[in-house]
C-alpha cells in the first residue's frame, strides 16, 4: 500500500527519466509515463474547471442568493404585481430585514415566502410551511443507464421546488460528482471535508450534520459528492467493515440518516448513480417516490427492463430475508407514493416517437405525460457548470426561441412532479 501511496511522488522524482523508455505511438507507455500522463491531465484539468469556476463567478454560499424581479414574482405567486406594490406601500408585507412600506426592485427567496404568506398562497393550501403531519418527500431519481438525464432531471427539479417555496434538500449520491457541480461545487478544487454521504452511512450517522452546505437558491441546500462516495459502494456489503453490530442494516442507511434531518424538508431528492450499486439500493430503500428517467431509444428501454428487474430481485430480497427471519418486510419502511417514468432528452422525431408509444404502452399511467425535449439550452447550461433556471434570458444571445422552448418543457416537466407532490399531500 504504501509503495502505492509513495508512487506519484517518486514519479515527480523520475520525470527526467520519461525520455528513457519511449511510448508506443498510439498508447501511454509504462506505468510511470501512465502516471505522469494522468496526473498531468488531471492538474492541468482542474487548473481548468477553477479558471472556469471563477470566469462564471458561479453561484456557492457566499456568492449572493439568486434574485427575482417583480414580473418574477407575479409570475411565480400568482399575485398581480400592482397588487403586491400597493400591499408593500401600505405595509403590509413585511419583509425580514427591511421597514415596513418599502417597494422593493429584488426578492429573495425568503421575501418571496412573505409575500406568499401574507396572500395566503403558500403550497400547502394556502400555508407556507408545511403541516406537521404531513410527510416529507423523499424522491429518487434512477436509473441503470448512464447519460439518460438523471442529474438534469433532479437539479433542475429541485430548483423548481425551491421555487414553488419548498424547502427542498438535493442529495448527491452519484461519485462523477455532476450535481454536486451544477451547484457550483467542486469538491477536489474547494476543499470541502466531509465531501460526500459516505462517512454518514458507512462510520457515523452524526457526520450527516457536517455535510449540508446551502446554495444559491435560498430554500435549497445540498449534500455534496465526489470520488469518496465510491468507498461506500465498497464499504456497505462487507460485513468485516460495515459496522452492521453500531449502524445497523446496510441498506437501510440512508433511510435512517435522512431520517434525522428530513423533518427540516419538504422535499428531499436523491440523485443516483447509472449504477445497481449499495447506495444506489440505499437510495431505493429510502424514498418514497422514484422517478426513472429513460431518453426515447430502444437501448434505454432495454437498460430500464434490466433496472426494473434489478428492482424486483432487490424486493424479492427483502421479502425473503422478512420471511427467513420471520419479520415483517414492512418494518423496512420500504414504501412507494409516486412513482413515474419520465421520458428525457427527447428529440420528438419518427423513431423517438415510436419508442415513446413503446415506453407509453409498456408503463401506461405511470409515464410522465410531457417529456423533457432536446435542448442545446440544457447542454449549456451544464457546460457553464448550473442549471437551466440558472441561465437569464437576457442572456441567451442567438437562439431565445431554442432557450424558450427548453425553459418550457422544464417547467412542464417539473409541474407534472410537483402536482403528484400536490396530489400526495392533499394540497392544492
Ligand atoms: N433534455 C436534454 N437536452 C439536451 N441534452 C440533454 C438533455 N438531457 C440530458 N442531456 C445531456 O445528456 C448528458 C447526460 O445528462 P445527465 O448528466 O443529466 O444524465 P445522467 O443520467 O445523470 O448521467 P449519468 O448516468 O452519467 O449520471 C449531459 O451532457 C446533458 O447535457
Ligand atoms: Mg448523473
Redesign the pocket.
Known amino acids: 500500500m504504501d509503495a502505492v501511496k509513495d508512487l506519484p511522488s517518486k514519479l515527480n522524482d523520475e520525470k527526467h527519466n520519461e525520455e528513457a523508455s519511449i511510448p508506443p505511438p498510439n498508447g501511454l507507455g509504462d506505468i510511470r509515463h501512465q502516471l505522469n500522463f494522468f496526473d498531468r491531465i488531471h492538474q492541468t484539468g482542474l487548473k481548468t474547471v477553477q479558471a472556469l469556476k471563477i470566469t462564471l463567478n458561479q453561484p456557492e454560499y457566499h456568492h449572493p442568493s439568486k434574485a427575482f424581479i417583480l414580473s418574477d414574482v407575479e409570475r411565480l405567486t400568482g399575485i398581480s404585481r400592482v397588487t403586491i406594490r400597493d400591499n408593500e406601500k401600505k405595509g403590509n408585507i413585511r419583509y425580514q430585514d427591511n421597514p415596513p412600506g418599502i417597494t422593493k426592485s429584488e426578492y429573495s427567496f425568503q421575501d418571496l415566502d412573505a409575500i406568499r404568506d401574507y396572500f395566503k398562497v403558500g403550497f400547502f393550501n394556502g400555508a407556507v410551511k408545511r403541516p406537521a403531519h404531513l410527510e416529507p418527500i423523499i424522491l429518487s431519481v434512477a ?1 441503470l ?10 437539479t433542475n427539479l429541485a430548483a423548481a421546488c425551491a421555487h414553488e417555496g419548498l424547502r427542498t434538500l438535493f442529495v448527491d449520491l ?1 461519485p ?1 460528482a ?2 454536486t457541480m451544477s451547484f457550483g461545487y467542486v469538491p477536489i478544487i474547494d476543499g470541502i471535508n466531509p465531501s460526500s454521504i459516505s462517512s454518514s452511512l458507512c462510520d457515523d450517522f452524526d457526520d450527516i450534520y457536517k455535510i449540508i452546505r446551502p446554495t444559491h437558491y435560498g430554500n435549497l441546500d445540498i449534500i455534496t459528492s465526489s470520488l469518496e462516495l465510491q468507498g461506500a459502494d465498497l464499504i456497505l456489503p462487507n460485513p468485516s467493515i460495515n459496522n452492521v453490530e453500531t449502524m445497523g442494516p446496510p441498506m437501510q442507511r440512508l433511510q435512517r440518516v435522512l431520517g434525522l434531518i428530513k423533518h427540516n424538508y419538504d422535499v428531499i431528492i436523491c ?1 443516483c ?2 449504477a445497481h450499486s449499495s447506495v444506489t439500493l440505499n437510495a431505493l430503500a429510502a424514498s418514497n417516490a422514484l422517478i426513472m ?1 429513460v ?1 426515447p431509444h430502444m437501448l434505454s428501454y432495454g437498460s430500464s427492463l434490466l433496472f426494473t428487474k434489478e428492482l424486483q430481485n432487490f424486493m424479492e430480497g427483502i421479502l425473503d430475508f422478512s420471511e427467513e427471519n420471520d419479520i415483517s418486510p414492512d418494518q423496512f419502511g420500504i414504501h412507494n407514493d409516486i412513482f413515474r417514468l419520465l421520458i ?3 428529440p420528438q422525431d419518427a423513431e423517438s416517437r415510436d419508442v415513446s408509444a413503446f415506453l407509453r404502452s409498456l408503463y401506461g399511467k405511470y409515464v410522465l405525460n410531457n417529456s ?8 449549456r447550461s ?1 457546460n457553464d457548470m448550473g442549471l437551466l433556471y440558472d441561465v437569464k434570458r437576457s442572456s441567451v444571445r442567438k437562439s431565445k426561441s431554442s432557450f424558450d422552448r ?1 425553459m418550457a ?1 422544464m417547467e412542464m416537466v417539473n409541474r407534472e412532479i410537483i402536482s403528484l407532490f400536490k396530489d400526495h399531500w392533499g394540497a392544492n
Open positions: 436509473m443507464k448512464g447519460g439518460v438525464g438523471k442529474t438534469s432531471t433532479s452519484d462523477q455532476s450535481g440523485d448513480a447509472p428517467t431518453t428525457t432528452n427527447d423533457m425535449i432536446s435542448t442545446i439550452a440544457l447542454s451544464q427548453g418543457s
